[in-house]
């Protein structure tokens, strides 16, 4: 108890001391930003799922089931020359469910609620409950293709010099007694951009459940059509184990008609010497396959994920319109024991600006070696389904 009161005050300590430091070097000239604006910002975002064996293998006998969901926020920004304030509101209800303030309905909870000051153009300082994510958010993300979202409650500077930008943020999470201090610079040139992370999650009631994690991210762009991404993340948990480790390593091409094609492999050690690496507050949806079955919806101890992705932008009279396709090939972390093939495909269409229609179908076709890697029975046929409609209107109005 003595030791976990000692990190405890040696993290708040620390982190602290980064929040006074980091605005001492401010440097440039204030930007021109002195008139007051208010704007707001709507959302209504209906979606209809299918689920048949979403987030977990479909056992024998079950069958699949729609549901409708719908999302709406509204959020309210003040900014002016020196202090931003962010207020915002969302309800995520079920179709059908009543209205009103009955018992379980009508739940209305904050998802942003902040203020900002900026002592100079280069230092903001930010304080309450925002959102928080970190280059492609593998590691810290705000999961916003969920219903509900990611929201954290802390403290967070951001700095900008002539060598990159720097974040320092304190959160807590009371009911799941964690304190996570995120550490992250980037620095970004005509051709490369190279980020790094430390993300430390510490446990106040259970010290052996904290852990460290600490990487980077390099994307470079040589030539106009291709790029590539690598990335390398290191996970201590306690000076006894061995750290867990994630690679990947991703392609990006693009022709000249405009489709983007993209070639990846990821990677996320096991827990053989005793632990696993785990994107704590990854967007994990975004890159393990949009039917969640790792990382999201059933556990995960480890894998390895190739995959390819064709973005095919179309003309449809005066309508923006793309067809986002994605392949993955799951393995477990030794890229030996396959677990399944998944088939991703979304149609996107914006008839305004504001409005954005997508259609998204899933299939993914199982291994037995995935049911024993979720400890289900195995079904009659490997197939497993998800699909959804989704509507999205989110128009912004300034006021002044």
């Known amino acids: 108890m003595i030791e976990m009161c000692v990190q405890r005050r040696v993290n708040v300590f620390f982190s602290l001391c980064l929040f006074a430091w980091l605005p001492s070097f401010s440097i440039g000239q204030m930007v021109d930003d002195a008139a007051p604006k208010d704007e707001i910002l709507i959302q209504v975002r209906p979606r209809s799922e299918w689920r048949d064996g979403y987030r977990r293998l479909a056992q024998p006998g079950e069958t699949g089931v729609l549901n409708t969901l719908q999302r709406t926020r509204m959020t309210w920004t003040h900014r002016d020359e020196k202090w931003e304030v962010r207020l915002g509101f969302q309800d995520v209800r079920t179709f059908g469910d009543p209205s009103g303030n009955a018992s379980g309905y009508g739940n209305v909870a904050a998802t942003e609620s902040w ?13 309450g409950r925002q959102h928080i994510a970190f280059d492609n958010e593998r590691i810290v ?15 967070r500077v951001d700095q900008e ?14 009911p799941a007694d964690l304190t996570r201090l995120m550490l992250y610079h980037v620095w970004v040139s005509e051709t490369h951009r190279l980020s790094a992370l430390y993300f430390g999650q510490f446990n106040s009631v259970t010290p052996d459940a904290s852990v460290s994690t600490a990487g980077f991210t390099w994307t470079a762009s040589p030539a106009s059509r291709f790029s590539w991404l690598l990335e390398g993340y290191a996970q201590q948990f306690d000076a006894a184990t ?3 480790f994630m690679g990947v ?10 489709i983007r094609w993209l070639l990846g492999v990821d990677w996320l050690e096991n827990d053989d010497r005793g632990k696993a690496f785990s994107p704590f507050l990854g ?3 975004r890159h393990y396959g949009w039917m969640d079955h790792f990382y999201v919806g059933a556990p995960a101890n480890g894998m390895t994920n190739a995959h390819v992705q064709s973005k095919i932008p179309l003309k449809l009279a005066d309508l923006s319109a793309h067809l986002d396709l994605r392949y993955h090939r799951f393995y477990q972390s030794d890229a030996q024991t396959f677990l399944a093939n998944e088939w991703d495909a979304v149609f ?10 997508s259609f998204g179908w899933s299939v993914m076709q199982s291994s037995d070696a995935m049911y024993a890697f979720q400890s289900r029975t195995v079904a009659d046929s490997p197939w497993q389904h ?4 989704q509507m999205n209107f989110q128009p912004k109005i300034l006021l002044r």
């Open 242 to 244: 061995p750290p867990a």
């Open 141 to 155: 993300g705000a999961i916003n293709w969920s219903q509900y979202g990611r929201f954290l409650d802390g403290l």
């Open 115 to 127: 203020g900002a000051w900026k002592p100079s153009a280069n230092t903001r300082i930010t304080a």
């Open 386 to 389: 998800w699909g959804w409609v």
């Open 161 to 174: 010099s002539a060598w990159g930008k720097s974040t320092a943020a304190l959160t807590w999470d009371a």
């Open 348 to 357: 996107v269409l914006k008839p305004q600006s504001y409005i954005q229609l």
């Open 283 to 285: 967007t994990n949806h």
């Open 249 to 258: 390593a991703e392609f990006r091409f693009q022709q000249p008609d405009g």
